[in-house]
């Protein structure tokens, strides 16, 4: 079982990205999806996450408005459309899939991909 992100880079203040995270090993197709960033010297914190089939969707505050997941059950993806970048969203992204109970918390979730640098200039 393996969770691929990928789309990270630098991008300056105001730009936008596209994160992807493609499993393969199995489907998972029915669980919950999440993104979780780490900066350095921080925790790993909650982004995002999606239900099994985008039903319903859950965002930090500080990305409301800013950040879209969405997924494609057929393709076994998820993504993030990150627009309005700003420094503080720098980090490494982190896609995980099927938490257990509590989907903002990242001890609850049983995949974790490798992550994928987000690099914010100003």
């Known amino acids: 079982v393996q969770l691929q992100a990928s789309g990270g880079g630098l991008v300056q203040t105001g730009g936008s990205l596209r994160l992807s995270c493609a499993a393969s090993?199995?489907?998972?197709?029915?669980?919950?999806m999440g993104w979780f960033r780490q900066a350095p010297g921080k925790e790993r914190e909650f982004v995002a996450a999606i239900n099994w089939n985008g039903g319903s969707t859950y965002y930090t505050d500080s990305v409301k408005g800013r950040f879209t997941i969405s997924r494609d059950n057929a393709k076994n993806t998820v993504y993030l459309q990150m627009n309005s970048l700003k420094p503080e969203d720098t980090a490494v992204y982190f896609c995980?899939?099927?938490?257990?109970?509590?989907?903002?918390?990242?001890?609850?979730?049983?995949?974790w991909g490798q992550g994928t640098l987000v690099t914010v200039s100003s």
């Open positions: 090993g199995r489907t998972f197709s029915g669980v919950t």
């Open positions: 995980a899939a099927d938490p257990g109970g509590i989907y903002y918390l990242p001890d609850e979730y049983d995949y």
